[in-house]
């Protein structure tokens, strides 16, 4: 019984695992300056961050057609898998899971769609978790996801509202906040929704805030630390958690400077990081 | 005093019911408002908020407003219903203070039909009791301490007279001798020169009571000069009564015959808010009357003395001007649902307002010219709100105790997180959710309080030597949470001393919040020299429209 693995670009997943575990990436689209890139290939991700203030008109985002996922299916299909899970971005977020359900109604109960309810590893994490499972079968793969996704913490502090603001992907409650001072948010990312978690006013409040979360957060079986071409931000960030949690930290943490279809809607210089608990 | 003896003995006859209690409280009002000034100028902190006078007399004034119609006989309902008035009137940390001694006294003769003399003796014992129970940490040297030596001397007075009428003329200098200790016991008065303004207060109080029983007038000050660096000019601009037109002030030296009592008389045949004040040989009087009278004072003065100088200004046109810029953009609160957590906060100015409205707030209370609002007006904010649930940011340290007497009245459940500067609140706004724990979301705003430096820029309103800094009347002075680190000559200086102070250039964000006396473009000018010298912190300026303070600034 094989079992196949499709995602999306926004799961930031490095790619050694991508080859190890043989996972199908669909690209997701984004528009900079008129112009339909595919993401993470016409464009370098720190060139993008480094040119995300200036660009006269703001990148938008948007998701592969659906025939692009049919033919991922199909290819896998063909290669001999008996299903294939294609797991995705949050719905609420972005139109990529819905594309890939509409392609699956032609595949009828061979290709199973999961709302990853997440972005970046929150989505990665699952991916991960479904691929590490695949030798067990279809149920046992599914079930694996959902316990990943059941102890999913996604925290990020983002170095202004600007973009959040632009990209009106984000209710106008968390918007509101702070529209005469400058505030950084923290935010959640929880079941598919951005929650504001508190605001501050500076990068050194904002650190200590995403070090109490991970207090918090207990004992970790997977951990990602996501910056926004903010690398050094990132590194003393990790710096600080070993020095202070080595013990409940996994062996394995990645570090990633996120999507540019994330990072078009948060900004340059944010930080989050993505944990399952044990 | 000259005391009236046949009126005395005819008081002595008749006790002290309800309705004689309540002569007693009107003239300890107007006594009080006659020396609301005096009380003022007592204010050792050079800053131009959290007037003693005023905050004591608008307390007892809410108290009056309770029985001015009442015909009620009995002594103790009378007293209860003062004690309500006071509690609901209470602003300032004085007046709050000062319904706290009435709330005990209250307690104490709830029973009594006539005050006799244990039960009044009773009344200041409880009363002091009650006020010290309600302060978390009492200092000595202040009106509590009056309190006490009032209550103690009340007390010794009873082993040698059952008539409550001796016992008052025995606490009254008492008080008075209580008031004139206060330096020895709060270094910050001696050092400032000052006896303590809320005891003051009380003593006023208790002074007028007896003057109404001597027969003593109540409507003008003693006939002393204060220091001209009290008079409080500004003040008297905002209460402009009917039928006064212009504020005149003439700068005199007087001439040989010049009799003080004489001069009052006269003045007081012109107009009202009556000020004199005197230093170094010169006087100067400040008055308002009616169109018709505009010159008289002039006229007058010149015939005494030696005019230097005259200042004329129309009150109307300038009562006009300051409320016209009150008519600003509306400001939209935050509608909150029934189980969340509303937030109600003190605002100096309008442009804060919007920030704080920008920021969740669901409900503002207008600080007013000097941040005094009342027990009675923080309640109004939030009881109409569709939730129980509440919390408020009092921004000024004047505003803690009457933001804790309205938690302690209302049903509603209420946390006070005691910001005491502006910058501290909109920190703590910064740390609010809504939906949480009240308790721990209160929690969590207290402890967002320590995560701003705030900076008060102003101009001192009394020559002092405080903290080691030496401030003459006039100059720019620098508040670091409010302590005053430095004086200046110009308010840019005044601003760059106060950065130094506060160690900007270990911190990230300077905010500055220009005051209403302050032009845009002007600010402008001074953000561009604290960028200049400030290249790798951020720098933010908004429009605070607060009064007396040119700058408010957080540092973080």
Known sequence: MKLGIVTDSTCDLPVYYLEQYQIEVVPSILILEGKEIADGIAISRDEFYKRLPDFKIHPTTAAPSIGEFANRYQKLLDAGCDHVISIHAAGSLTSIVSAAQQAAREFLNRVIVVDGLSLSLGLGFQVLAAAESTESGLEAALAAVESTRRRLRVFAALDTMEYVRRSGRVPAAITLLGSLLNIKPIIELADGEVKTMSAVRTTKQANARMMSLMRQVGSLERLAILHTSAEARAREFLDQLMKEMNRSLPRDILMVNVTTVIGAHVGPNGLGFAAVTR | ?556
Do not use: C
């Open chain 2, 1 to 556: 005093m000259g005391i009236d003896t046949i009126r005395l003995e005819k008081l002595r006859g008749k006790p002290l019911d309800g309705q004689a209690v309540k002569r007693l409280i009107e003239s300890a009002l107007l006594w009080l408002k006659t020396n609301q000034q005096t009380v003022n100028a007592l204010n050792v902190f050079p800053v131009p908020d959290g007037d003693t006078g005023t905050n004591m007399m608008l307390t007892m004034t809410s108290a009056w407003n309770e029985i001015k119609d009442s015909g009620e006989k009995h002594a103790g309902k009378m007293i209860a219903m003062v004690a309500k008035g006071a509690l609901m009137g209470a602003r300032g940390n004085s007046g709050v203070i000062l319904s706290q001694l009435w709330r005990g006294f209250a307690r104490a003769t709830q029973d009594s039909a006539v005050i006799d003399a244990d039960a009044f003796v009773r009344g200041l014992s409880e009363a002091r009791d009650t006020a010290y129970k309600g302060v978390v940490r009492p200092v000595e040297g202040t009106i509590l301490t009056v309190a006490k030596d009032t209550a103690s001397a009340a007390q010794a007075a009873l082993a040698e007279t059952q008539d409550p009428i001796e016992i008052l003329a025995r606490s009254v200098p008492a008080a008075d001798a209580s008031v004139n200790r206060t330096p020895e016991l709060l270094p910050i008065l001696k050092q400032a020169g000052v006896v303590d303004s809320g005891g003051k207060g009380l003593f006023f109080i208790f002074e007028g009571m007896l003057r109404y029983l001597y027969g003593e007038p109540l409507d003008t000050p003693l006939a002393t000069v204060r220091p001209l660096s009290s008079l409080n000019l500004e003040e008297a601009m905002h209460e402009v009564e009917e039928g006064q037109d212009y504020e005149v002030v003439v700068d005199f030296f007087p001439g040989q015959h010049f009799e003080l009592q004489k001069f009052y008389d006269r003045l007081e045949q012109m107009g009202t808010s009556i000020q004199v004040g005197e230093g170094e040989g010169m006087y100067r009087m400040h008055i308002h009357v009616p169109i018709e009278k505009r010159y008289e004072p002039i006229d007058y003065i010149m015939g005494i003395g030696t005019i230097t100088k005259v200042a004329m200004e129309n009150l109307i046109a300038q009562m006009d001007s300051v409320e016209g810029q009150g008519r600003d953009n509306k400001i939209e609160l935050k509608k909150v649902e029934p189980n969340q957590i509303a937030v109600v906060t003190v605002s100096p100015g309008a442009g804060l307002s919007r920030i704080f409205a920008s920021l969740g707030v669901a409900s503002i209370v207008n600080g007013g010219q000097t941040m005094n609002p009342s027990t009675q007006e923080i309640l109004a904010a939030f009881e109409n709100l569709p939730t129980d649930r509440i919390i408020i940011l009092p921004n000024n340290k004047n505003i803690i105790l009457a933001a804790n007497q309205a938690r302690d009245v209302t049903v509603k459940k209420v946390a006070v997180v005691p910001s005491r500067t502006v910058p501290q609140g909109l920190a703590a706004m910064l740390a609010h959710n809504p939906d949480g724990e009240l308790d721990s979301v209160s929690e969590k705003m207290t402890r967002a309080l320590a995560e701003v430096k705030t900076g008060e820029i102003t101009v001192a309103t009394r020559s002092v030597e405080m903290d080691g800094v030496n401030v003459k009347e006039g100059e720019v002075i620098a508040l670091l949470d409010g302590r005053l680190v430095a004086s200046a000559g110009s308010i840019e200086k005044g601003v760059m001393s106060f950065l130094e102070k506060a160690k900007a250039a270990d911190h990230e964000l300077i905010t500055l919040y220009y005051g209403e006396d302050f032009g845009q473009s002007d600010a402008n000018r001074i953000v561009d020299l604290v960028r200049a010298s400030y290249p790798s912190q951020e720098i933010e300026l908004q429009d605070g429209g607060q009064p007396h303070y040119q700058f408010i600034i957080s540092v973080e």
